[in-house]
């Protein structure tokens, strides 16, 4: 069993679908755990309502804050983490279990596939339209189609869903708060697991998740996520993307001490940026927005 969980920030209809998705197409009981971002809606009432086990502050403190505070509370090994605007489709949990015991280690990252209706040209996103709104789901239409695109596991990284292993969440610590409120932070992540030695990344093809997509992100100040990646790690994260995850699909598997891309090295374009980043007047990286959701300056509370 998992432990999945979900931040959510005021998006009470969009929860409430993506908790009912998750009970009635599971074939175990998995643990749910749920970080409000204020819950001012009825998000906090209808937690308490159902049992669930919660997290909450007073203001929107961001992903990486609230799901590595969820992430250190979960009980079981796997970890998966998925947002408040994705719908479970039936297989989801056992193609993931699968996907654990294909491997024999638990050094691993899976990601689930993702269908929403418009892909932006990405094609590991199924395209497929059952409406833009908890209001407007065609869960019937869902339900006798998600499998309709027949594509399988993909090597590769991915956005969430993502399941990983508690011991390597912890080993790596998490997603990193310098990336608050969240962007890049999933390819921070990935670089983290890359490090720790992890050559297992995959996306599952019998995983689905119909996603509605940007909810969330769409109402917040984004933080310049690409440019603290690359003075992190010398390399831009779409230079990851394209030179290390591919390296997987090598017959040494991303392995050998000949692969340039078994450990991070400076390119010469994460060089170029780093210059000008430094030297750019706006530096340092965040906008002081973004700091403003950390700890010290939001109330805590949990509950269950």
């Known amino acids: 069993m998992f432990s999945i969980v979900i931040p959510s920030w005021n998006n009470l209809a969009y929860l409430k ?4 998705s998750i009970r009635k197409h599971s074939r175990f009981e998995h643990e749910i755990l749920v970080h409000l971002n204020d819950g001012s809606d009825g998000s906090l009432e209808w937690v308490k309502s159902q049992g669930i086990k919660y997290t909450q502050t ?65 094609d590991v996103i199924i395209k497929q339209d059952f409406g833009g709104s908890p209001a407007d789901f065609d869960e019937a239409k869902f339900l006798k189609s998600y499998l309709d695109d027949g594509r399988g596991d993909k090597e590769g990284g991915a956005s969430q869903p993502t399941l990983v ?35 297992n990344f995959r996306i599952v093809g019998g995983s689905r998740f119909y996603h509605f997509g940007c909810k969330s992100t769409g109402r917040i100040k984004h933080n310049l996520g ?35 891309h078994n450990f991070v090295r ?32 939001a109330k805590w509370n949990e509950g269950n």
């Open 17 to 20: 679908l993506c908790v009912e």
């Open 58 to 122: 007073d203001k929107n403190v961001g992903i990486c804050l609230s799901v590595n505070h969820l992430m250190a509370q979960a009980k079981h090994e796997w970890l998966l983490y998925m947002n408040d605007d994705m719908v479970a489709a039936p297989g989801w949990d056992t193609a993931f279990i699968a996907a654990t015991e294909s491997v024999n280690t638990d050094l691993a990252m899976f990601f689930g596939t993702l269908i929403q209706p418009e892909n932006g040209g990405n």
């Open 165 to 199: 292993h508690k011991k390597w969440w912890a080993m790596v610590g998490g997603y990193s708060i310098e990336f608050s409120p969240g962007m890049s932070s999933d390819d921070d992540l990935m670089m983290k697991f890359w490090v720790a030695g992890c050559r």
């Open 226 to 260: 690409g440019r603290v990646f690359v003075m992190k790690w010398g390399v831009t994260h779409l230079e990851f993307h394209r030179l290390y995850l591919p390296s997987l699909r090598k017959p040494d598997g991303g392995n050998s001490p000949g692969n340039p």
């Open 266 to 297: 400076g390119s010469l374009l994460g060089k170029i940026r780093r210059l000008r980043y430094t030297l750019k007047s706006n530096y340092p990286l965040q906008d002081i927005e973004a700091w403003d959701a950390l700890p010290g300056r």
